[in-house]
């Protein structure tokens, strides 16, 4: 399909956690709608309930977050907290913290070089 709205009925979602050796705290279930996924690029909707993982980028994301509320710790002492309308970017080379305080649903567009 050459246009295709960006929504969760757009894709079978896939359920995950974070891998328990990443974890800091809760139980977060992680729902991806993977909407594009060709050549490195993907695209979609994800959301998470509420927990905190550790994390660490290869590749760069856009998001803009759609619900809820998290707060991302970078291990460079970088800190932003996000909800509903705010859109930011992860770089490669990135690592800290993804704090979910309320069930947060973004969208996304990831590249690998």
């Excluded at 550790?54 to 590749?59: I, M, N, P, T, V």
């Excluded at 509320?69 to 309308?85: F, H, K, N, Q």
Aim: hydrophobic content about 35%.
């Amino acid at each position: 399909m050459l246009l295709e709205a960006l929504t969760p009925a757009a894709a079978e979602p896939e359920i995950t956690r974070p891998d328990p050796a990443k974890l800091v705290e809760g139980d977060p279930v992680h729902t991806t709608w993977n909407v594009e996924d060709e050549n490195g690029l993907y695209c979609g909707i994800w959301q998470s309930t509420p927990g905190a993982w550790r994390a660490s980028y290869e590749e760069w994301e856009y998001c803009r977050i759609l619900t809820g509320r998290a707060v991302i710790e970078g291990d460079d002492g970088s800190r932003l907290e996000v909800g509903p309308g705010d859109a930011f970017v992860l770089r490669p080379g990135f690592s800290g913290i993804w704090r979910v305080l309320e069930t947060l649903r973004k969208d996304y567009v990831i590249l690998y070089r």
